[in-house]
C-alpha cells in the first residue's frame, strides 16, 4: 500500500515551485552586471579622487572634469571631440558611462583599498585618478593586481611611468615633460641674454615633490646647469623662513618650486617678508595653479611662473576647448583648470577605448588603450595628440609656462601658444 | 650668522604661537584628564570666524580677536555639554572616541559648509610692519601673533593661578568631590574650563589669520605642533606650554637652517629627549 499517494500532487507542486523560482532567480542574476557584463547598456567606471582633506578644492575640480566628460560621451553634443556627436557609446549600441566615485581623503592606502572595494565590488570596467601621484601610485598598484585598467590624467610623478605596468596609462605629461618645457623656456630666456647658469629647488616632501626634484636635477645636468640649492619642507610646516633664507644664501639665477596651496601661499608671504625673490620662480603647477593662490596672495606673487597642462588661454586657440570650458563654467560655477581639463581628457580617452573595444572586459580595454591614437584637434589640450608608449606613457603629451602677471597667468611659452612676453627677472612684475 | 639668528628669531616668533595654540589643550588635559582630540578643530573654527569677520565686515583680523574669541568660548561650552559631559567618569576609550568623533564631525561639517577651498585675508593691518634689527627681518604678520600669543598666555596663566575663580576651576580639577565640599561646583568650573580654552583657541585662530590660510584641515599644521608642545612641556601645566612652544619653534627654526626635511623629526627628537629624562615633561607634575 503507498500510503505516501496523497502526497504525491504536493510534493511534485513543490518541485515545480522550487525549480520556477530558481529558474526566475537566474533569470534575474542574468541580468545584473557581473565581472564582465558585455550586455550591460552600463558601462561603470570608477573614480578615485581626494574628495576631503587638503587637497578636497583639487579632488572635486578633477572629478567636475571626469563628470563632463561622461555627460559629453552620454548625451548628444555639436563639437570635433570623440564620442560627442552621438548619445553614449556607440560601439556598445548606446550604452552609457556611470561614473562611481571614491574618496581617497588624499591618503594613498586609503586610495588602494577604495580601489579594492570598488572593483571587488563588481561591474567595474576601469579606473580613473587619482589626483596625487602618491595616491595614484598605491591606487594603480592595486588596479594592476585586479586585472583593472587604470588611466590617469593629472598626476605628474615620473615614477608612475616607470614601473613597468601593463594596465597602466597616463594620458597628461609626467614632471620630466613638464621639465622639459621648463627647461626650454630656459633655454630660450638665456638666448635673450637672461643670466641662467646655476638653480635652485625648492619642494614639499613627499612623492611628488621628491620625484619633481630628481627629474629637475637630471636635466639641469643635462643642460649644463648648476643646482646649488636643494631645500625641502615638511607638508604641514608652519614656518618657512629657514628654507626660504638657505635659498637666499645660494642666490639661485632660477628657483624650481614644488607645493601645494597652503604651502605655496606661505612661501610667497615669506618672500615678501623676507625681501627675497629669485630672478626666476618656476613652479611645477599645484599650489600654484589653485586659484585660492591667486586670491591669497594678490600682488606679492605676480611674476611667479608655472608649468601648465592646459590654460584658459588654450581655449582661446581652439574651438572644442572653447566650448567645454564654457560649459565647465556654467555647470559648476567655477572655472576650468589644468586639473579638470586633464581629467576631462582622461576620461574621454577611456570612452574612447572602451568604444574602440566595443566591450566592457578589462583586458580588452586595456589592448585598445595601449593602441590608442587621437589627434591633436580632437582634444582640448595643447598636446600633439594622444599616443601610449610601451610603459603607458602618452609621448605626445606637452606643458606650457604661463607666469602670473598683473593677477592673472598668461601663457610665456611655447611660442605657438603664448600671449605675451615673459617678465624677467620677477621683481619686475611687482614693481607695478 | 645673521641667516642663524633669523632662524632663530623666527623660530621664537612661531614658538609663541604653538606655545598659545597649546595652551587650550593642556588646560583641558590639566583640569579633567581629557585629551582634546578636536582641539585642532576649534582652532580652525576660530581661523574661519576671524575669515568671515574680515570678508563680510570688512573687520581686520585683530579687530574681530574679542569677537573670535567668544565665538570658540561658546564653542567650547557647546563641547562641553554636548558632547564632553556625558562621558565624564567613563572610560578613557570612550572619551577619546568622543573628541576623536568631534573632529571628524567638524572637518566634515567646514568642508560641507565652506567648501574646502582655502581662504586667505589679504592685507591684514599687520602686513605693512616690517622691523629690520642687525640684518634680521621681522615681519610684522609674526611679531603680531608673537606678541598676542605671548599677552593671550599670560592671561590665561594670570587667570587660572591668580584668581579665584582660577583657584577654583584648578580645585575641580585635582579633587572633584573636596572642591564641591568648599562649595565649588565641579560641572560648572569643568564648563568654564571649556570656554576659556576656547576663547584662548579662538584667539589663537584670530591672530593666525595675519599670517596663514584658513581650510577645514587647517587645525592638522598646528594640533601636531600643539600635542609635542603638551608633552614636551607637561600636560597640564600653562607655563610648561610657554616653554615648550619656544623650545620646539627655536629646534625647528635652526634644524630648517641645516637639514630642512628634518623640522618635524627634530621636534619630535627634542620630546624624546626631555621624556626619557624627565618623562613627565620639562614642568609637568605627574
Known amino acids: 500500500m503507498r500510503h505516501n499517494e496523497g502526497q504525491g500532487p504536493v510534493r511534485t507542486q513543490a518541485t515545480i515551485a522550487l525549480l520556477a523560482s530558481i529558474a526566475i532567480g537566474l533569470a534575474g542574476c542574468g541580468s545584473s552586471t557581473g565581472g564582465s557584463a558585455d550586455q550591460s547598456d552600463e558601462v561603470k567606471i570608477a573614480g578615485l579622487w581626494p574628495l576631503s582633506g587638503s587637497n578636497a578644492t583639487q579632488g572635486n575640480d578633477v572629478l567636475h572634469g571626469a563628470e563632463l566628460a561622461v555627460e559629453v560621451v552620454n548625451g548628444v553634443y555639436d563639437l570635433d571631440l570623440p564620442l560627442a556627436r552621438e548619445a553614449g557609446l556607440p560601439g556598445l549600441g548606446g550604452a552609457k558611462l556611470s561614473l562611481v566615485t571614491g574618496d ?27 589626483y596625487q601621484s602618491g595616491v595614484t601610485l598605491t591606487a594603480s598598484q592595486r588596479a594592476e593586481r585586479l586585472g ?49 647658469s646655476s638653480v635652485g629647488i625648492l619642494h614639499t616632501n ?7 626634484t630628481t627629474v629637475t636635477k637630471k636635466l639641469a645636468a643635462e643642460r649644463g646647469l648648476q643646482v646649488t640649492a636643494d631645500v625641502s619642507f615638511e607638508p604641514t610646516a608652519a614656518d618657512l623662513g629657514s628654507q626660504v633664507t638657505q635659498v637666499r644664501a645660494k642666490q639661485p639665477d632660477v628657483l624650481f618650486v614644488l607645493a601645494y596651496t597652503d604651502a605655496a601661499i606661505k612661501l610667497m608671504k615669506t618672500f615678501q617678508q623676507l625681501d627675497y625673490y629669485p630672478p626666476a620662480l618656476l613652479a611645477y603647477g599645484a599650489g600654484f595653479s589653485d586659484p585660492a593662490f591667486l586670491t591669497g596672495t594678490g600682488a606679492i ?67 585598445a588603450l595601449s593602441v590608442l591614437k587621437v589627434p591633436s584637434d580632437q582634444t582640448i589640450m595643447p598636446w600633439d595628440g594622444i599616443a601610449f608608449d610601451d610603459k603607458g606613457q602618452n609621448i605626445q603629451a606637452h606643458g606650457v609656462v604661463q607666469q602670473l602677471i598683473d593677477g592673472k597667468y598668461r601663457v610665456v611659452f611655447p611660442p605657438e601658444y603664448a600671449t605675451t612676453e615673459a617678465v624677467w627677472p620677477m621683481t619686475k612684475a611687482q614693481s607695478k | 650668522m645673521t641667516d642663524l639668528a633669523q632662524a632663530v628669531v623666527n623660530g621664537i616668533l612661531i614658538g609663541a604661537v604653538f606655545a598659545l595654540v597649546a595652551v587650550g589643550l593642556t588646560l583641558i588635559y590639566g583640569v579633567m584628564d581629557i585629551v582634546n582630540f578636536a582641539h585642532g578643530e576649534m582652532l580652525m573654527l576660530g581661523m574661519y570666524s576671524s575669515f568671515f569677520a574680515w570678508s563680510l565686515f570688512g573687520l581686520d583680523p585683530l579687530v574681530s580677536l574679542p569677537m573670535t574669541g567668544l565665538a570658540i568660548a561658546l564653542t567650547g561650552a557647546l563641547m562641553y555639554y554636548g558632547v564632553i559631559a556625558r562621558v565624564l567618569g567613563k572610560s578613557p576609550l570612550a572619551q577619546i572616541i568622543a573628541t576623536f568623533g568631534v573632529q571628524v564631525f567638524l572637518r566634515g561639517l567646514a568642508q560641507f559648509l565652506w ?38 598666555t599670560g592671561a590665561v596663566a594670570l587667570f587660572m593661578n591668580r584668581t579665584r575663580t582660577g583657584g577654583a576651576i584648578r580645585a575641580a580639577g585635582e579633587d572633584p568631590s573636596a572642591a564641591s565640599l ?26 593666525l589669520m595675519n599670517g596663514y590660510s584658513s581650510s577645514p584641515t587647517a587645525g592638522v599644521t598646528f594640533v601636531l605642533m600643539a600635542f609635542v608642545v603638551v608633552a614636551l612641556g607637561g600636560f597640564g601645566s600653562i607655563a610648561g606650554a610657554a616653554v615648550a612652544g619656544l623650545l620646539v619653534g627655536v629646534a625647528q627654526g635652526v634644524v630648517g637652517l641645516y637639514a630642512p626635511s628634518y623640522t618635524l623629526a627634530a621636534a619630535l627628537a627634542l620630546y624624546l629627549l626631555v621624556v626619557l629624562v624627565r618623562p613627565q615633561g620639562l614642568l609637568g607634575t605627574r
Do not use: C, H
Open chain 1, 104 to 130: 581617497t581623503q588624499g591618503k594613498p592606502e586609503v586610495g588602494a583599498s577604495e580601489v579594492d572595494r570598488l572593483v571587488t565590488g563588481g561591474g567595474i570596467t576601469a579606473v580613473v585618478g587619482s
Open chain 1, 148 to 196: 583593472v585598467p587604470f588611466v590617469n590624467g593629472e598626476s605628474s610623478s615620473t615614477a608612475l611611468t616607470q614601473r613597468g605596468l601593463k594596465w597602466f596609462f597616463r594620458t597628461g605629461p609626467s614632471d620630466e615633460t613638464f621639465a622639459t618645457t621648463m627647461f626650454d623656456y630656459l633655454a630660450a630666456r638665456k638666448q635673450r641674454g637672461d643670466q641662467i
Open chain 1, 206 to 212: 613627499d612623492q611628488y615633490g621628491n620625484d619633481g
Open chain 1, 301 to 367: 606673487s605676480n611674476g611667479a611662473a608655472s608649468r601648465a597642462a592646459w590654460a584658459t588661454e588654450i581655449a582661446d586657440k581652439r574651438t572644442s576647448a572653447k566650448t567645454i570650458a564654457e560649459l565647465f563654467q556654467k555647470k559648476y560655477n567655477a572655472p576650468m583648470t589644468e586639473n579638470s581639463a586633464r581629467s576631462f581628457t582622461a576620461m574621454l580617452a577611456l570612452a574612447q577605448a572602451i568604444n574602440d573595444a566595443k566591450s566592457t572586459k578589462p583586458d580588452a580595454v586595456r589592448e
Open chain 2, 115 to 152: 567648501t574646502p577651498d582655502t581662504r586667505t585675508v589679504t592685507g591684514p593691518w599687520a602686513d605693512d610692519l616690517r622691523i629690520r634689527v642687525a640684518g634680521v627681518v621681522i615681519g610684522g604678520p609674526q611679531l603680531i601673533m608673537a606678541i598676542g600669543a605671548v599677552v593671550t
Open chain 2, 182 to 207: 568648599m562649595g565649588i561646583n565641579p560641572q560648572r568650573m569643568y564648563a568654564l574650563a571649556w570656554v576659556i580654552a576656547g576663547a584662548a583657541t579662538g584667539v589663537a585662530g584670530g591672530l
